[in-house]
Every structure is written in C-alpha cells, then in structure tokens.
C-alpha cells in the first residue's frame, strides 16, 4: 500500500489515502470523487478524453519519466505536451500528467486544480 496525498492548488485542502500498488490513480480515488470527498476531473477512466489532468511528486521525481505512446497522444491534444517530445522527459512536479495512466509504485502527493 502506498500514500496518496492529494494537494488543492485552489485552496491548498489536504486529503490523504492509501492505494494499492500498480493500480492506476484514477481506479484508486473513483469512491473518493463520486463520494464527493476528491475534486479530480474525469470522464473515459480509460486514458483517452484527457480531463484527468493532475501535476504530481513521487520518489521518482527529479529523474526522467517515460511516457507511453497514447498518454503522450492525449497529452499533446488535450495538456500542453509539445507534439515534438520526446517519449522520455524530465519528471517535475510541473509536468501534467494524466490520472488513468499513473500507475501507483511509491507514495505520491498530487495536486489538482
Ligand atoms: S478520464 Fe479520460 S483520460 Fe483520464
């Protein structure tokens, strides 16, 4: 189990949960934002529609991310990625990502809008 924190970047609220590893981070937070509790846009669950956008911080951060061909698809429709990127980027806390294609593999704090 690892510990999400989820971070308001509109009022700075706090929500903490746990998640089992190598789940995807919108299947872990579903209950939380139909339950009202976790504001985090979302549409397809499925990685396409690209509404699930979240800026995030994890053990990784500071190295470089791999993205798969289709979240780097939907991040150039739909989160600003440049369509010239390459499929491996420098991981900030800066760079967009999308909900349906985090996979959980350390604690991480997110923030959404
Ligand atoms: S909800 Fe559609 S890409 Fe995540």
């Known amino acids: 189990m690892y510990k999400l924190t989820f971070i308001s970047l509109q009022d700075n609220r706090r929500l903490e949960c746990t998640a089992q590893a190598q789940s995807t981070l919108i299947s872990a937070v579903r209950s939380l934002v139909s339950?009202?509790?976790?504001?985090?846009?979302?549409?397809c669950g499925q990685g396409t529609c690209g509404a699930c956008k979240v800026?995030?911080?994890h053990a990784g951060s500071g190295s470089m991310v791999t993205l798969g061909g289709k979240e780097k698809n939907v991040m150039i429709r739909h989160?600003?990625?440049a369509a010239d990127s390459p499929l491996t980027i420098p991981d900030t806390p800066e760079l967009v990502r999308l909900a349906c294609h985090i996979q959980i593999k350390s604690d991480l704090t997110i923030y959404v809008e």
């Open 79 to 81: 989160a600003g990625l």
């Open 55 to 57: 800026r995030l911080e």
């Open 35 to 43: 339950d009202g509790k976790l504001q985090l846009a979302w549409r």
